[in-house]
């Protein structure tokens, strides 16, 4: 098992990820095989997203690692989300962390696998969505699409800031750390600040039935 | 880049369900980036999901065109969506548009790879309805799906006819258009004049807790 | 065709998911062709994520007989289903019977492929319980996964059962029946008496814009 600094953020993005998927299942009361079950979806289904994208054989097949640090985390959440005060806002930041960790990670094995820099920064975004996106659904959340504030973005700037790094010839180190810390920052200030781009405000949408 | 008739459906059925995402992510007044992320899954959504239960390279890792269209789209919605006085309307009849070249272009990849109908049929069908069931589960739409007017059927018609005309011998753009003229003709149709087959109305589903 | 136990186990599987599918269509008062969509979907949803994530060629795609089980189940279930008292609880038992039958087909082809206990036990529930989640996602009824009673458990308990015992080196007849019969009678003890693990009880989740 190798460690470079990659695979760090690779398991770090798995275990907070996790936890998010954890704080789900406590929010909705589940007993612990949902804590697995949602932490484990959470946390490697966008990484299972792109590797079926790419067509490469997906990570946590060939490597028991991932599947066990999500068992590992649901059970420590399990025991101790009842300390948290506000598991919502937990999550979120958790969710932060590991969108920024997958924004680097899905751009980089995009970009290994296809040398395309369009194809790198969509296989980032969707890295680092798609978890987040599937816990909300499973949890009967809302999803944390359509709320206001930047997400989709942030992920967006990440994979762009890694794959603008390794065009210009940057090691991996950098451009990762770079992505990292653009991802972050820019979701941490929309958590923090309420960051966001001008919405499309001029008429919210009518139910079917409403239209004549 | 080739551009024979096949391929252009290809490309208009992916603009068309981009402008039904961005229309979607309007009427829930998301942000620019909401816009081409919802663009971009309902466009490329039905076509990934073929490829990967195909076992082939996914079509848009391969081509950045596709992404690119579905870029563009969701901006120039993103300045224009305004206008339109009834953007669930629109947003149906675009749908259709994008049904009917998927179901056909589904159908095609289908039958090429595998040579079986049964195959072709289902592909086309899931190819066509997996993107804009998508955008209606992301963008917590009401599902097209449980709309009483015929949906899945128009793809059904599409892809039929297309798998008919090929295994008939004709050329692929007369089956083509007819596949694509069958599926706009018949959803059309549902949406202009309720077109609806009966449905199975003896009793509507209880609330799993009313049931003693 | 071949027909060992597993084999059957696998189509049997397919027929009663595939009705509960068509049960939840009945539920929803859809079309013939709602009916069978949604019959399809949930029958062959989670095998389809399994051979993906196993990168394995999608089962029904080289085998046309489950398509046509499906269609077969759901033209029955749309001339019957009003007979049934309560379509929900039949839907459950059934659902019940296809989980047991996929966690272990689901565990047989994860270990057969990688050798790896974790992975198998992985896909075995992830086989088991992709379809119904789908179904209950697509049709929106509340969905399996958060309902208190035991689900995800039972599935993990058969495809435990089910790689122990392949482990253990018994006869794949021997570890099927364990793994289903383990499956069944857990979920079917939950269904029949209300088994349920405890929950995450000390406080529910408070609505976003509730927390201050």
């Given amino acids: 098992m190798s460690l470079n ?15 998010s998927g954890a704080l789900a299942a ?12 949602l932490a484990s979806v959470t946390a490697i289904g966008g990484g299972t997203f792109r590797d079926v994208i790419l ?10 690692s991932y599947v066990l640090i999500c068992a590992v985390v649901a059970v420590l959440v399990f025991f101790s989300a009842h300390r948290v005060e506000s598991r919502w806002k937990l999550l979120l930041w958790l969710d932060a962390i590991g969108l920024a960790a997958f924004s680097v990670m899905g751009a980089a094995k995009g970009l290994a696998i ?11 975004v969707l890295t680092a969505t798609f978890g987040g996106i599937l816990r909300d659904l499973l949890a009967g959340e809302p999803s944390v699409l359509l709320r206001p504030e930047i997400y989709v973005t942030a992920a ?50 009518r139910r079917p039935e409403d239209i004549p």
Avoid: E, H, M
């Fill in 5 to 19: 600094p990659i695979d760090l953020l690779d398991y770090a993005g798995v275990a907070v990820f996790a936890a």
């Fill in 26 to 37: 406590s929010r909705k009361q589940l007993d612990i095989i949902g804590f697995l079950f």
């Fill in 55 to 64: 067509n490469l054989p997906v990570f946590w097949v060939g490597n028991s």
């Fill in 114 to 124: 296809t040398g395309s820099p369009v194809v790198s920064v969509v296989t980032g």
């Fill in 156 to 205: 967006l700037a990440g994979a762009t800031l890694f794959t603008l790094g390794d065009l210009a010839g940057l090691p991996p180190l950098a451009s990762g750390l770079a992505g990292f810390a653009a991802a972050f920052l820019v979701r941490g200030g929309a958590l923090k600040f309420g960051w966001a781009f001008p919405s499309y405000k001029s008429r919210p949408g």
